[in-house]
């Protein structure tokens, strides 16, 4: 009940085509879902975050689309780069605790091609 | 220029050998973690500090132990006991939003430990 299942394990994409990550989970106290960037060899970065009240949350050419009832949540990049070829981890974290505590998603290689 | 410095950057472990990983952060964050990294597997958490001197056991705490002397610091040490040690080990510092739960980690550049 502690996952999050995240999918597919890597992706190739065009350059300029739309790239789509998607995770699931089954703890319904989850409540913070951040998506992290991390390019070889360094340190994730968040990139982008959103909590259950909203279904949707954009940020440039990245969005997360949140559905609560199915318990699943997407990073959709639009007009996909190849500076965008990174391995991208969702996690998800619990109101209740506070201390922090992220689980994560298995990750997704995303290679964007010329 | 604050940030999270970790070190080595490659350390090389032998046969029943302890050896120690440096996390120190400059952003007087309260809150610090090590994660480990395998492939196909995301980040595993190994251990987590809110306040010095306490920490707590994460998801993979066996084989490892951890010190919280010092606000800025917060060294991991991977023991004989971890039988499978070769990984790439994050470490990441948090501090309270305004909302007042600790939400954003901000990672150091890892350490890959390898085994001789």
Known sequence: QQQVKQSPQSLIVQKGGISIINCAYENTAFDYFPWYQQFPGKGPALLIAIRPDVSEKKEGRFTISFNKSAKQFSLHIMDSQPGDSATYFCAASMWYSNTGKLIFGQGT???VKP | DGGITQS???LFRKEGQ???LSCEQNLNHDAMYWYRQDPGQGLRLIYYSQIVNDFQKGDIA???SVSREKKESFPLTVTSAQKNPTAFYLCASSIEGTSGRYETQYFGPGTRLLVL
Do not use: A, H, I
């Open chain 1, 109 to 111: 290689t995303l290679q």
């Open chain 2, 8 to 10: 080595p950057k490659y």
């Open chain 2, 18 to 20: 302890n050896v120690t």
């Open chain 2, 62 to 64: 066996e084989g490892y």
